[in-house]
């Protein structure tokens, strides 16, 4: 098996969709400000260790969602404002320095019935799922999902992507079709693995996030707890001044 590229990671995503990913979050950061030219293809496709041709696929992504402008003779230019809309749109966390490219290794898979303590949503029992977060390869957070049992029989870890949402849309029908999140804090849980830089019991900045159905009926819960030292929580507002 070939091992992923640097800075990429081995995803159900393919290797151009990563690409992209990565560089429309570098957009919406600030760290691809706009007007600037990117290095020429053939040096970007080397130090990324992919073909050519994949990152000609993602830079084409971009362009057709107005983040890119490529002048031929000239080069690719970076046009912020365009949709950055993405696989992780909903996603909130990035690196310190900006992006990141998210990816999460499933430590457990479990149906059972709701903690008390949990805020009621969705009946009695639901799929929780533990997952260890990374960004660019780097590990960045701890989360705890509990999804209502309604949506599926049984789940396994070989089930489940990367991304929690494009799961839910294509194999389970299921469109978040918005969320909550609230900010706050609370102890790092027992389950963390060694990997996590915080032992359990330590106080850590927390997201409690309520997702809801397209049809409008609460589907999913998440607590999400986060290394500060190096990620952040973001939220990107937009108003249409026009």
Not at 9 to 22: D, M, N, S, Y
Not at 50 to 77: E, F, K, M, W
Not at 170 to 195: K, T
């Amino acid at each position: 098996m070939i091992e992923p590229p640097s800075g990429l990671q081995a995803t159900p995503l393919p290797l151009w969709q990563q690409v992209a990913e990565t560089l429309i979050r570098d957009i919406a950061a600030g760290r691809l400000a706009d007007g600037v030219r990117l290095a020429p293809e053939r040096d970007m496709a080397a130090d990324m260790g992919i073909a050519v041709g994949t990152l000609r696929r993602a830079l084409s992504d971009l362009a057709a969602r107005g983040l890119l402008v490529r002048v031929q003779g000239s080069g690719n230019y970076v046009r912020a404002g365009g949709d950055t809309a993405s696989v992780y749109a909903l996603f909130r966390l990035e690196l310190v320095q900006g992006g990141g490219l998210p990816t999460a290794r499933v430590l457990s898979v479990d149906r059972a019935v709701k903690p008390a303590h949990l805020p009621a949503f969705g009946g009695v029992e639901g799929h929780r799922i533990r997952r260890l977060r990374l960004l660019s390869g780097h590990v960045a957070a701890l989360e705890e999902i509990w999804l209502a049992a309604r949506y599926a029989d049984h789940l396994t870890a070989d089930d489940l992507s990367d991304s929690l949402y494009l799961h839910y849309r294509n194999r389970l029908g299921l469109v978040m079709a918005r969320a909550e999140d609230r900010v706050g804090q609370g102890p790092v849980p027992s389950w963390a693995p060694p990997e996590f830089p915080h032992l359990p019991g330590t106080a850590l900045p927390e997201i409690l996030r309520f997702g809801w159905a397209q049809d409008g009926t609460p589907a999913e819960l998440s607590m999400t707890w986060y290394d500060p030292a190096t990620t952040r929580y973001v939220a990107r507002l937009r108003q249409d001044t026009t």
